[in-house]
T-cell receptor, first 111, second 117 residues
Framework: GEDVEQSLFLSVREGDSSVINCTYTDSSSTYLYWYKQEPGAGLQLLTYIFSNMDMKQDQRLTVLLNKKDKHLSLRIADTQTGDSAIYFCAESSPHDYKLSFGAGTTVTVRA | NAGVMQNPRHLVRRRGQEARLRCSPMKGHSHVYWYRQLPEEGLKFMVYLQKENIIDESGMPKERFSAEFPKEGPSILRIQQVVRGDSAAYFC???????????????FGQGTRLTVV
């Protein structure tokens, strides 16, 4: 299956950490991605993780992968107002160029 | 290097009309992918094209939808005789090499929001 599920909304106070969760069903997924979409803009690849890793850190972003539970999360440290956007989780399988996306989590950062 | 350009950004069509959505890939990219996002759903793959070739159209509805990527000019997604259910955001992505082997370095455009009234 190619189902990717994520919660639709997250509200966080400026300066706090945001955690966006995602679950997927395809056990053959090899790469998992996080995309960010700001209002009126296209999808921007934030980060990705290969399925043989369980964590990847890139500045304020931390990706955690629990392959056994097929659970992926994105943590944004010290959330800023510029982090307000829609965040999409996506996965791809071996030898397959198609990306399967979740519905997106709308993150709202409040002062 | 300009990103993936899609136009128009917003398109309103009456039921029964035709919609033409354009996508200019990034410079040097010859692989184009179209995705559709229905309200409150994730992006769904529609079609993968290379210059003058349709590689995979398994996500395209069987009727009324067609796509092309000519030797010169942008890729076009055409929807004939639009219906209300076609209202969605249509995203185009491009890549410099065939996106195989799992990792897809796909760069997305801003999308075209189609509204059918």
């Amino acid at each position: 299956g190619e189902d990717v599920e994520q919660s639709l909304f997250l509200s966080v106070r400026e300066g706090d950490s945001s955690v966006i969760n995602c679950t997927y069903t395809d056990s053959s997924s090899t790469y998992l991605y996080w995309y960010k979409q700001e209002p009126g803009a296209g999808l921007q690849l934030l980060t990705y993780i290969f399925s043989n890793m369980d964590m990847k850190q890139d500045q304020r972003l931390t990706v955690l992968l629990n392959k056994k539970d097929k659970h992926l999360s994105l943590r944004i440290a010290d959330t800023q107002t510029g982090d307000s956007a829609i965040y999409f989780c996506a996965e791809s399988s071996p030898h397959d160029y198609k990306l399967s996306f979740g519905a997106g989590t709308t993150v709202t950062v409040r002062a | 290097n300009a990103g993936v350009m899609q136009n128009p950004r917003h398109l309103v069509r009456r039921r029964g009309q035709e919609a033409r959505l354009r996508c200019s890939p990034m410079k040097g990219h010859s692989h184009v992918y179209w995705y559709r996002q229905l309200p409150e759903e994730g992006l769904k793959f529609m079609v993968y094209l290379q210059k003058e070739n349709i590689i995979d159209e398994s996500g395209m509805p069987k009727e009324r939808f067609s796509a092309e990527f000519p030797k010169e000019g942008p890729s076009i997604l055409r929807i004939q005789q639009v219906v209300r259910g076609d209202s969605a955001a249509y995203f185009c992505a491009s890549s410099p090499v065939p996106a195989t082997g799992g990792y897809t370095e796909a760069f997305f455009g801003q999308g075209t929001r189609l509204t059918v009234v």
